[in-house]
């Protein structure tokens, strides 16, 4: 029987097919599948198969006379932008032998080419061989271009990411609007479940025909035969593109192992990515240390005090980051589980065993000390592996984690963790008492300049307890996804007229909020195209607050269409308090419910002609329809990105319900509450970039 470690190892096997290729070759490899490398051997495992070196995949790279080989690795279509990258480095280079590798499927290029005729071979792909040689200046050089799809990174055993489509996200209001504009009056959409793949934009479209074809490649590889099933718009558009994917039709006939895949809109629960109620190690570890250039996932880790360099304003400089993602090392991996899947306090406590056993196995002098875990402590356990080269090395993997979490605990934003987290669990109370525009009003007094004369009279609170305008957008963005939970649906004119007015006097606050700022964050910078306060004019950032305010106000209406899983909330009934209950967990529990009770809202996708007959004849007799908690393996697709907080209650609910169960969770992210505004807010959410 298939277990989830055979589709852990799947990355593995289409890495080594770039392997074989890149002895005696120097590397290019874009960002994306750098990332999908980095948690699959790394950099080291490309020098080890033989590679003279690894470059970034850019026009102002290029190789010496004595470099005759090249392979390239890329995530996009052979088209554009990336073509014109690939001239670039070869007409600057003496190459005679090149390698390219593309994530995206031949099928996909005939499609993004307008071809929609069955065709031999791979004609795009051999009139690029012929491209590259004309490039090379000899028609007799070797060129080779092929599809691998590398796109999966493995981050832990039940966990499988896909950095390229990292910025894919299913579909809001606004975008529902733009999609419309290009329709006639009278084949508009009324709502986002309406709409179909062919009324995307041609560049989303080839983005969901890419992800389809790669998870088609996972499930050809393990001989799988999967029941899709999908809840959420965008979901019904990608488990439909899987369902219908012609080389999935003969696959489904043969292959020998049944599993479950259901899809999930992440737009249906934000309320559990941007909150702070995860008590979870990873996620806190994530959210507060500066991710890794070019990665999503990963962060920097800060590796000063394993030397014995003197802290500096430039010793960052000096000294490469270490990272989380240590998957040759099987102690960091165990560590990095625990690490995810567990408490805060009890990730802690991991981290502190695992040294204290690392520094045992290699004689080191270590004091033993119980009670709370402190960043002092971990650093003084760190410390003592400076002095052996050889202890260092045997267990960098662990060190590198109890940095990272000796890091986090005295990180000077973690304090605003906690703030965050006791406002939420206040506008939770407050949404079963009062209206929304009530519990919205809330929010006014803390939309302050930070270190404003207000703050600073009161002396109550420092700089870094006060809230930011990414905590603020934060709190919104949790407020909006819970609108629905506290207002009666049918408000009257007057109430309509006061939500607007103080949506204004909000707009005009944060608008403030943020001109004011002495630097402007990776989300405001995204928010307000403006790299620096310089640039950001009032008028531009209040215009960019107003489109955030526009996409807020549809957050409240993405569970609107569905039958049964609509409430993500249970308001205080004067004994117990006002509770979040995750949309995951209610997905679970319907699945794993002993009575199989099918749930209209968990939509299956794969029946095609025969789940249409049964459809007819369930309207005169009892027919029994594909059930997801069926089958022995269940995948869980989250679009739009999953939490660590998640991850573990994904664990605890099948461990409790079904425990012989293999679920494994795949997702285009590993999330960080800030992620969420900067997918919300986006300006290219419908256009992604395809390299063209």
Request: some cysteine; charged content about 20%; overall charge negative.
């Amino acid at each position: 029987m298939l277990t989830t470690e055979d589709f852990i190892r799947f990355p593995l096997q289409m890495w080594e097919k770039v392997l074989s290729k890149v002895k005696k070759a120097v590397v290019f490899m874009d960002d994306k599948c750098a990332e999908a490398l980095h948690w699959s051997g790394g950099a080291a495992a490309l020098l080890e198969a033989g590679a003279r070196n690894l470059k970034q995949f850019s026009s102002f790279e290029a190789c010496g006379a004595n470099e005759p080989k090249a392979v390239f690795v890329v995530s996009t279509l052979l088209k554009g932008r990336t073509v014109d990258i690939i001239k670039d480095i070869i007409s600057l280079s003496h190459f005679q032998y090149c390698v390219v590798f593309t994530t995206v499927s031949h099928s996909v290029h005939l499609l993004a080419n307008h071809v929609t005729a069955e065709m031999e071979g791979n004609p795009v792909f051999e009139q690029f061989e012929e491209k590259l040689c004309e490039w090379m200046g000899n028609m007799n050089y070797t060129a080779e271009v092929m599809h691998v799809p590398v796109v999966f990174a493995p981050v832990s055993q039940h966990l499988l990411l896909t950095p390229t489509f990292a910025h894919l996200f299913p579909l809001l209001s606004p975008d529902l609007e733009t999609i419309n504009a290009k329709r006639p009056e009278k084949k508009k959409f009324g709502s986002l479940i309406d709409v179909d793949m062919h009324s995307l934009p041609a560049e989303l479209q080839i983005e969901i025909k890419s992800l389809t074809s790669a998870l088609n490649a996972l499930f050809e590889a393990t001989g799988t035969r999967e029941e899709s099933f999908a809840v959420g718009p965008m979901s019904r558009i990608i488990a439909g593109e899987l369902a219908s994917h012609p080389q999935a039709k003969t696959r489904r006939k043969t292959s020998p192992n049944k599993a479950s895949i259901i899809f999930v809109d992440r737009t249906l629960d934000l309320t559990g990515a941007v909150g702070h109620h995860g008590d979870n190690l990873a996620e806190k570890i994530l959210t507060v240390l500066k991710p890794l250039p070019g990665h999503v996932t990963d962060v920097q880790v800060d590796m000063l005090e394993l030397t014995s360099l003197q802290r500096t304003p430039h010793s960052q400089n000096t000294l490469a980051p270490g990272c989380l993602a240590h998957n040759q090392s099987p102690a960091a991996q165990s560590l990095w589980e625990a690490m995810l899947t567990s408490k805060h306090k009890e990730g802690v406590m991991e981290v502190r065993r695992q040294l204290v056993e690392a520094a045992s196995k290699e004689k080191l002098p270590i004091k033993m000390s119980m009670g709370r875990v402190t960043p002092e402590q971990l650093c003084s356990y760190i410390q003592l592996f400076r002095r052996s080269w050889g202890a260092l090395e045997s267990h960098c993997g662990v060190l590198q984690l109890g940095l990272a979490t000796a890091q986090m605990l005295r990180h000077p934003s973690l304090p605003r963790w906690d703030s965050c987290l006791a406002f939420e669990r206040l506008l939770l109370q407050a949404l079963g008492d009062s209206d929304f525009p009530t519990v919205l009003r809330q929010l006014l007094p803390l939309m302050q300049p930070r270190g404003g004369e207000d703050s600073s009279a009161s002396g109550s609170r420092s700089r870094q307890d006060e809230c930011g305008p990414g905590e603020l957008i934060l709190l919104l963005v949790y407020l909006y996804s819970l609108a629905d939970e506290a207002q009666p649906a049918d408000r009257d004119a007057e109430e309509e007229e006061e939500l607007e007015k103080l949506e204004r006097e909000l707009v005009g606050a944060l608008t403030l909020v943020i001109t004011r700022e002495t630097e402007l964050s990776p989300l405001l910078q995204k928010l307000t195209g403006c790299v620096n306060p310089e640039e950001l004019t009032t008028e531009r950032a209040h215009s960019a607050v107003e489109d955030m305010f526009e996409t807020l106000r549809g957050l409240s209406h993405t569970r609107d269409h569905l039958k049964q899983l609509r409430s993500i909330y249970t308001a205080s009934d004067g004994v117990h308090q006002a509770t979040y209950h995750p949309f995951l967990r209610q997905i679970l529990e319907e699945v794993f419910h002993p009575d199989r009770l099918e749930c209209p809202d968990i939509e299956h996708m794969s029946g095609g002609l025969t789940d249409l007959l049964k459809t007819g004849f369930s309207m005169f007799m009892k027919v029994s329809r594909p059930h997801p908690g069926d089958n022995p393996l269940l995948f869980l697709f989250l679009v739009g990105g999953v939490t660590p907080s998640e991850l573990r209650l994904i664990k605890d609910i099948v461990t409790a319900h079904k425990p012989g169960t293999q679920v494994l969770v795949l997702s285009t992210r590993l999330l960080r509450p800030t992620d969420i505004p900067e997918l919300l807010f986006a300006t290219q959410r419908l256009a992604p970039d395809i390299g063209v």
